[in-house]
């Protein structure tokens, strides 16, 4: 590494062949240069991508970085022109500042404790067997993304909300819209008005039927309907497709990595830390973006005021300089502390949530299917775009023996 100012000439759009789990090869160059690189955006905005450990994690925990909405001008990979970007839509607080954040995150933090979170763990478990059975019965072979990965997330988040999950079809495709790197801006755009009919009907259906739901909780709040609604699309998005890409691509990880398998297998109290490998190895929601309030001192560098700063977690995770031997996938790690699930006020309010369902599911599908293996060449497995903002596999075909 050197103290030099590094400039990274594009943001990668795709990742290293036959390296599905690592960060592209250009973000990887880039720490090794600095922590902090010197970037144009396409639009010609002068900007920021960091890639260490330590300066992401202190920009995430800092104040005078924003997330709003509204100053989010700039894209690492699209020109948008000089558009005029609205601010977040009530309730939907992770794209906002302090105060409003606050005011929205708030309520919900007492319904997703550790303690909650783990009182769901006999239902997860219940959950999962059901589709390891369906699996087993329609087997030896499976889509482990619609089998497995995607309908237990689906379900815990569904139940949780007050979801009727006969109607998960009218939000679930919807959402890998949203995230998935491949609709076009009109079908976003569809999309999320679909959702929000949706989620207006199912508010409106709760003020006049409340149930033992986190959505029908918050009804004696001040909180507005549209506000309530714009909580709810933002906690079914996160707590349905960054689990459900974790089980997928964690999978598949385990499976090219057959020594760490072996290993979980052989000793089932490593699940704990095989999941939190697993997140930092992988860090599936692999960048967020701030904006400097004001100028900014760091690393030597001046962050002008109103510049924005691209923050690639899934670099910051593999810093040799925070964790030994970065690039590779150890259940038997000791240095923790990743930043899969953020940090600072935005960091994940589903985390425990998150955990209890990795540390049911991975366990239980190994276990029942002891032969699991890929039913193609890892090199076809159906990988989510680059630019996507959740990095996943689309589709994960196994088979194992009967």
């Not at 839509?89 to 992770?94: I, S, V, Y």
């Not at 490593?270 to 967020?288: G, H, I, P, S």
Request: hydrophobic content about 40%; overall charge negative.
């Amino acid at each position: 590494m050197t103290d030099s100012l590094h400039t990274l000439a594009t943001m990668p759009t795709q990742r290293q062949a036959g390296c599905p789990f690592d960060p592209p090869k250009e973000l990887i160059e880039a720490r090794e240069h600095a922590p902090i690189s010197r970037f144009t955006f396409p639009d010609g905005h002068q900007g920021w991508v960091v890639t260490g450990y330590d300066l992401t994690r202190a920009i995430l925990a800092d104040p005078r970085f924003s997330s709003r909405r509204e100053l989010m001008k700039h894209h690492p990979v699209i020109d948008y022109g000089d558009i005029e970007v609205p601010p977040a839509p009530p309730g939907e607080f992770l794209l906002m500042d302090e105060p409003q954040h606050g005011r929205y995150r708030k309520p919900l933090v007492g319904k997703f404790t550790v303690r909650r979170m783990r009182l769901l763990t006999e239902r997860v478990e219940q959950i999962t067997a059901e589709h390891l059975d369906a699996m087993e019965q329609a087997g030896p072979a499976a889509d482990l993304v619609t089998a497995f990965a995607k309908p237990i997330p689906a379900i815990v988040i569904c139940e949780l909300l007050g979801v009727p999950y006969e109607d998960r079809g009218r939000f679930q495709h919807n959402i890998d819209l949203f995230l998935g790197g491949e609709a076009s801006d009109e079908e976003i755009g569809t999309a999320y008005v679909e959702t929000q009919q949706y989620l207006a009907e199912l508010v409106a259906a709760k003020r006049a039927n409340p149930t033992d739901d986190v959505l029908s909780d918050l009804l004696d709040s001040d909180l507005t309907d549209e506000e309530l609604q714009g909580m709810a699309l933002i906690l079914l998005s996160a707590g349905f497709d960054t689990t459900a890409n974790m089980l997928a691509l964690g999978t598949f990880a385990l499976l090219r990595n057959p020594d760490q398998l072996a290993a979980l297998r052989a000793d089932p109290s490593l699940t704990d830390q095989a999941v939190e490998e697993l997140l930092r190895y992988l860090t599936v929601a692999k960048q967020f973006f701030r904006v400097a309030l004001e100028d900014v001192e760091l690393a030597g560098h001046t962050i002008e005021a109103g510049t924005t700063v691209v923050l690639a977690l899934n670099t910051a995770n593999r810093d040799p300089e925070r964790f030994r031997n970065p690039h590779a996938l150890d259940i038997h790690r000791q240095d923790g502390g990743h930043l899969a699930f953020s940090h600072g006020i935005h960091q994940c309010l589903g985390q425990q949530l998150a955990r209890v369902e990795m540390r049911v599911a991975f366990p239980a599908l190994f276990n029942r299917f002891p032969t699991l293996r890929l039913a193609v060449p890892a090199e076809e497995v159906a990988l989510r775009p680059e630019i996507a903002d959740i990095y996943g596999v689309k589709s994960l075909p196994v088979t194992w023996d009967a």
